[in-house]
């Protein structure tokens, strides 16, 4: 069988973490959870071999030197490096991996470099599951299994069976309102969308040509006149920038009659804010902590000594450090892009 040829999307700037993730450094590139970095985590994932071929890594070009620092790091020299000139969203930037995969008709994992996944073989059962579907025009997403009534996520209602553990999607859901959220929970057949997706390149950019057509044609100029410079691909900043923007989702999933879900438990988590992390990572042992308690600490060199506090996150790097309670940490976005402003 054609390899999967995975496809990372490594082009977000991660403010939701500030102060350790900034525009230039954003999360995907630190290590939060482990010694490797979110980045590693993810090459590790689907390592070439009998199942995976090399990645295409897609991210913005500002980032090059860091990402192949950490590819070295990964033993991934094969990757190619697809840079964006500018960020249009997940839809053009799948399209150009799609046209830069050498065999159209081979399958094409997407997947986010910025989250975590505990159970590696769960995930690779989910998509043995999904490849038998491909051939037969199925763009297939992965459900998270959803265990609380969260409102940040979008959610997906499962449909009929098409296989064991393979369902058609019934329909998209936005992020919900925290009853309505109860709500699909209670009823159960709904399973959180984590932005992770399986399809053949060429199906893929067969659905671009009949519900974003003007993106398809961008995307195609933009490669044809892409500049090459070693592994990495430069494509053409002004036909990128004249690209719609638009998600991969609203562009194509939510637009298509055939489309997939596959619902999966394997540990997942988007770790989209400090709260999140905390649920899923240990605190810096370093902290000095009196009659405190509950308190998430992190540092990456300052020293930080806690008194008679509860529930906080404490999250100290270079010369900004950020409190604020946990629980609300849905906050500090609003802190970097305040900082921003200030310069």
Not at 51 to 64: S, V
Not at 276 to 303: P, Q, W
Request: with cysteine.
């Amino acid at each position: 069988m054609t390899k999967i040829t995975p496809i990372i999307l490594s082009g977000g700037s991660g403010t939701r973490l500030w102060p350790m993730s900034t525009p230039e450094r954003p999360k995907q590139f630190l290590a939060l959870t482990s010694d490797k970095t979110m980045f590693q985590m993810t090459l590790d994932r689907t390592k070439p071999g009998d199942q995976f071929g090399n990645p295409i890594i897609i991210a913005n070009a500002r980032h090059r030197e860091i990402i192949e620092k950490q590819l070295a790091e990964a033993g991934a020299d094969n990757a190619t490096l697809l840079l964006e000139p500018c960020g249009r969203n997940t839809a053009p930037a799948i399209a150009l991996a799609a046209l830069a995969c050498e065999d159209k008709s081979s399958p094409i994992l997407v997947m986010p470099s910025d989250h975590v996944i505990a159970d590696i073989s769960a995930f690779h059962r989910a998509i043995e599951s999904a490849l038998p579907h491909l051939d037969e025009g199925w763009l297939v997403t992965f459900g998270i299994e959803a265990t609380a009534p969260e409102t940040g996520y979008g959610y997906i209602k499962l449909g009929g069976e098409l296989s064991p553990s393979v369902h058609r999607v019934e329909r998209f859901l936005e992020k919900p309102e925290s009853a309505e959220a109860e709500a699909m929970l209670a009823e159960g057949g709904y399973a959180w969308n984590g932005g992770i997706f399986l399809f053949r390149a060429d199906h893929y950019l067969g659905a671009l040509s009949v519900h974003a057509p003007d993106m398809l044609a961008a995307a195609h100029k933009a490669m044809d006149q892409a500049e090459r410079d070693g592994n990495a691909v430069l494509p053409d900043k002004n036909s990128f920038e004249a690209c719609p923007a638009d998600s991969v989702d609203y562009a194509v999933m939510e637009k298509s009659d055939r489309v997939a879900v596959v619902p999966v438990s394997m540990g997942w988590s988007d770790v989209g804010s400090w709260d999140a992390l905390a649920e899923i990572a240990g605190a810096d042992e370093s902290a000095t902590a009196i009659e405190s308690n509950g308190n998430f600490v992190r540092s990456d060199g300052k020293r930080i000594h806690l008194a008679g506090l509860e529930n906080m996150i404490v999250i100290a790097s270079d010369d900004d450090i950020m409190i604020v309670p946990r629980g609300q940490s849905q906050l500090v976005k609003q802190i970097a892009e305040a900082q921003e402003k200030k310069g």
